[in-house]
C-alpha cells in the first residue's frame, strides 16, 4: 500500500526497477525497458494520487517475457484519456501507456477502480 502521497511515485518507480531487475536481466535493451516501464508506472501512481486523492495498491507481476503492473485506488472514476495541446503540462499519461505499453485496461470493483498495463519483453 501506498500513501496518497508525491513521494510514493518514486517509492513505485524503485519497486519496479527492483521487479525488473530479477526479471528482465536476458532481455536485450533492458535499460529502455527499466525506463519506460518506470516511466508508466509513476504515470498511473500520479494519476491516482491527483485525482483519486485516495492511498494506492500497486501490484507489479514478471517473469522472463512480461511485466503487468496495476495502480489500484478507491475512486469509481475512471481516467480519461485527453487531447493536450503542445502548451499544456498535464494530460499525456494514458497517451504514454497507449504507446508504451503492449495493452492496458481498467477494472471496476466495489471498492473502486484498478488500472493495469503490460509490457512484453522482446527476446
Same mark, same amino acid.
Given at each position: !500500500? +501506498?500513501?496518497?502521497?508525491?513521494?510514493?511515485? /518514486? =517509492? /513505485?518507480?524503485? +519497486?519496479?526497477? $527492483?521487479?525488473?531487475? *530479477? %526479471?528482465? %536481466?536476458? @532481455?536485450?535493451?533492458?535499460?529502455?525497458?527499466?525506463?519506460?516501464?518506470? &516511466? +508508466?508506472?509513476?504515470?498511473?501512481?500520479?494519476?491516482? #494520487?491527483? %485525482? /483519486?486523492?485516495?492511498? #494506492?495498491?500497486?501490484?507489479?507481476? =514478471?517473469?522472463?517475457? !512480461?511485466l503487468r503492473a496495476e495502480?489500484?485506488?478507491?475512486?469509481?472514476? +475512471?481516467?480519461?484519456?485527453?487531447?493536450? *495541446? /503542445?502548451?499544456t503540462g498535464t494530460g499525456?499519461?494514458?497517451?504514454? @501507456?497507449?504507446?508504451?505499453?503492449?495493452?492496458? $485496461?481498467? &477494472?471496476?470493483?466495489? =471498492?473502486?477502480?484498478?488500472?493495469?498495463?503490460? !509490457?512484453?519483453? =522482446? #527476446?
Amino acid at each position: !500500500m +501506498l500513501p496518497c502521497d508525491a513521494a510514493s511515485v /518514486a =517509492a /513505485a518507480r524503485r +519497486l519496479v526497477r $527492483g521487479e525488473l531487475t *530479477t %526479471h528482465a %536481466h536476458a @532481455i536485450p535493451d533492458r535499460a529502455k525497458l527499466v525506463e519506460a516501464a518506470s &516511466l +508508466l508506472v509513476s504515470e498511473l501512481v500520479t494519476n491516482a #494520487i491527483v %485525482h /483519486a486523492r485516495t492511498d #494506492i495498491e500497486l501490484r507489479l507481476l =514478471a517473469d522472463d517475457r !512480461m511485466l503487468r503492473a496495476e495502480v489500484t485506488d478507491r475512486s469509481p472514476t +475512471l481516467p480519461t484519456r485527453r487531447r493536450p *495541446t /503542445a502548451l499544456t503540462g498535464t494530460g499525456r499519461g494514458l497517451q504514454l @501507456i497507449d504507446d508504451l505499453a503492449s495493452r492496458w $485496461g481498467v &477494472l471496476l470493483s466495489d =471498492a473502486g477502480k484498478t488500472v493495469w498495463f503490460e !509490457m512484453t519483453f =522482446a #527476446i
